[in-house]
């Protein structure tokens, strides 16, 4: 099954986040499909930068978003 998920970047304590396109079975950050976008929890307010067309592409395609995911792009406009 394609999952969008997050992929945790960033030092010891200063999580920085990609949003992308991935097989459910790999493992966090391992291999992916597609980079739809970021997000920075750090900066007030966070910031989230998604790529609308390619997310919306990958949802008609039947990519699941896990839970975090579908919140962020719930913020972002969709």
Do not use: C
């Amino acid at each position: 099954m394609v999952k969008i998920r997050l992929t945790r970047l960033g030092a010891h304590k200063k999580p920085f986040y990609r949003v992308v396109v991935t097989d459910s079975r790999t493992r966090r950050n391992g291999p992916f499909i597609e980079i739809l976008g970021t997000y920075n929890p750090l900066k007030d307010p966070s910031e989230i930068v998604l790529d609308m067309e390619k997310v919306k592409l990958w949802l008609q395609r039947g990519a699941q978003p896990t839970d975090k995911a579908k919140k962020l792009i719930h913020k972002a406009g969709l």
